[in-house]
């Protein structure tokens, strides 16, 4: 029979201790040394250099230009979400779709970002959808998760006064939540080597709000950092949200709870990067089938509570934990990625050029 209220917390798995600190699923740079950086409010116009070119011997973009509020975008902001430096689709380079084999991900209006972006304080290489929506769960009420990789320039890199890793913002837009997170490519591509799963997820997001060629660039090296470790950052993710759950007794966490574990276990067995979770329900052997309920109970409510579940919810959440150790032990890939050759000289390259004119 179905438990009238959710699991307490003495029958939740036991905690681990390697949980890292950053308690969101969206916490993606928790692995990594050096806190974000929230760029503080400020004007919402254009920042000079917006098209990618930095202007000579002068530190080109301002990290107050990020908006602090509802924002009305100027004309020439817009104008430029239609330029070639900002491009978008639904279409991913063919190695994201061998990779990523996500379906069906629910709509969102993917130009009606692209202004937003381009209010960002640096170029950015990349931007794209992440959270709720990217993993086949949102509510109406969901905020949208805009991720991305922008380039500091090599002035706020090599002196003493050093740019900002992480930019973070979140505020309203046309009356939608947004909440922004970008890291600068140093530190993109540390994490990408560290077996960061957050990260790799926003790379081959089906969601581009915003790419170019450096962005096909990494994509194509993504199957070079796939490696057996990224068990060990999916099993800390996971410990994470269902220590939330416990905490809230929100569905929400029990989701990304599954949805995280079941990734995982798809990633490091068949090394196919796997987020959307109605998907996952039908592909993982053993998923539990009462999630794809919970997931149209929660599209009506944001803060739905998890009464009603199954008890067996906490077995359940073992089971899969001890599959994706198994599959670790068993995974085909490799225990170091190969790509970090070829992340030191992209790397190399985009300080010491900027942003290349093929770019634009």
């Given at each position: 029979e179905p438990a009238d209220d959710p699991p307490t917390a003495d029958a939740l798995p036991a905690a681990d201790d390697a949980v890292t600190a950053g308690v969101g699923e969206a916490a993606d740079d928790a692995v990594a040394a050096g806190a974000a950086v929230p760029a503080p409010g400020g004007s919402s116009e254009a920042p000079a250099g917006a098209a990618g070119s930095f202007p000579e011997g002068a530190t080109p973009y301002?990290?107050?230009?990020?908006?602090?509020?509802?924002?009305?975008?100027?004309?020439?902001?817009?104008?430029?979400?239609?330029?070639?430096?900002?491009?978008?689709?639904?279409?991913?380079?063919?190695v994201a779709q061998a990779l990523c084999t996500d379906r069906d991900v629910r709509r969102i209006n993917l130009g009606a970002l692209q202004p937003v972006a381009a209010v960002h304080p640096y170029p950015l290489l990349f931007s794209s959808v992440a959270g709720s929506h990217l993993y086949g769960y949102p509510s109406r009420d969901s905020d949208v998760d805009?991720?991305?990789?922008?380039?500091?320039?090599?002035?706020?890199?090599?002196?003493?006064?050093?740019?900002?890793?992480?930019?973070e913002r979140t505020w309203l837009h046309e009356e939608v939540p947004l909440d922004l997170v970008t890291h600068d490519a140093g530190k993109f591509f540390r994490l990408l080597l560290r077996h960061n799963g957050y990260v790799l997820e926003q790379l081959l997001s089906p969601l581009v709000v915003t790419t170019g060629p450096v962005h096909e660039e990494l994509v194509a090296l993504a199957s070079l950092c796939l490696t057996r470790q990224h068990a060990e950052h999916y099993r800390t993710a996971a410990q994470t949200q269902w220590e939330l759950f416990s905490q809230t007794g929100e569905a929400r966490h029990v989701l990304a709870t599954f949805r995280i574990l079941l990734?995982?276990?798809?990633?490091?067995?068949?090394?196919?990067?796997?987020?959307?979770?109605?998907?996952?329900?039908?592909?993982?052997?053993?998923?539990p089938a009462y999630l794809a309920e919970l997931v149209e109970a929660k599209a009506e409510d944001e803060h739905l509570g998890a009464a009603g579940l199954p008890e067996q919810v906490g077995d359940d959440v073992v089971t899969l934990q001890a599959e994706l150790g198994i599959a670790e032990l068993e995974s085909p890939l490799p225990e170091q990625p190969g790509a970090e050759g070829a992340l030191h000289d992209l790397l190399v390259r985009l300080r010491l050029e900027g942003i290349p004119t093929w770019h634009l």
């Open positions: 301002d990290v107050d230009s990020l908006p602090s509020g509802p924002i009305e975008l100027p004309q020439e902001v817009a104008a430029a979400a239609g330029s070639g430096w900002f491009s978008s689709g639904p279409a991913r380079p063919d805009l991720r991305g990789l922008h380039l500091l320039p090599a002035v706020q890199v090599v002196g003493l006064r050093r740019g900002p890793q992480t930019v990734t995982g276990i798809q990633l490091v067995r068949d090394g196919q990067l796997v987020t959307h979770l109605p998907t996952l329900l039908e592909t993982v052997p053993g998923a």
